[in-house]
């Protein structure tokens, strides 16, 4: 069974920085793409960034130059750099990996960004 662990949420002020990370266990099989979504009060969740197996990333236009994902493969963990944080980017924060065709979800971390 494929479980997520993710870290390095929290309370930080407008114009500060986080990094997130989520760590993979159980996968058999290489991972696939990894991704990070946020959901935020009241809101649907939607998708931040991801990186596929080959590097390659795509990001939300509403966190373009401010957020760098990253993986380490020997770690199956994936990283949310966040910086130039605003209120706007207050939300519970979902990792997400593909292995093989099943998507797996972390237990959500809390960011809050403070005006």
């Known amino acids: 069974q494929v479980q997520l662990v993710e870290s390095g949420g929290g309370l930080v002020q407008a114009g500060g920085s986080l990094r997130l990370s989520c760590a993979a266990s159980?996968?058999?099989?290489?991972?696939?793409?990894m991704r990070w979504y946020r959901q935020a009060p009241g809101k649907q969740r939607e998708l931040v960034a991801v990186?596929?197996?080959?590097?390659?990333?795509n990001y939300a236009d509403s966190v373009k130059g401010r957020f760098t994902i990253s993986r380490d493969n020997a770690k199956d963990t994936v990283y949310l750099q966040m910086n130039s944080l605003k209120p706007d980017d207050t939300a519970v924060y979902y990792c997400n990996i593909l292995v093989f065709t099943t998507n797996y979800w972390g237990q959500g971390t809390q960011v809050t960004v403070s005006s």
């Open positions: 990186v596929t197996a080959g590097g390659n990333t």
């Open positions: 159980g996968a058999r099989t290489s991972i696939n793409a």
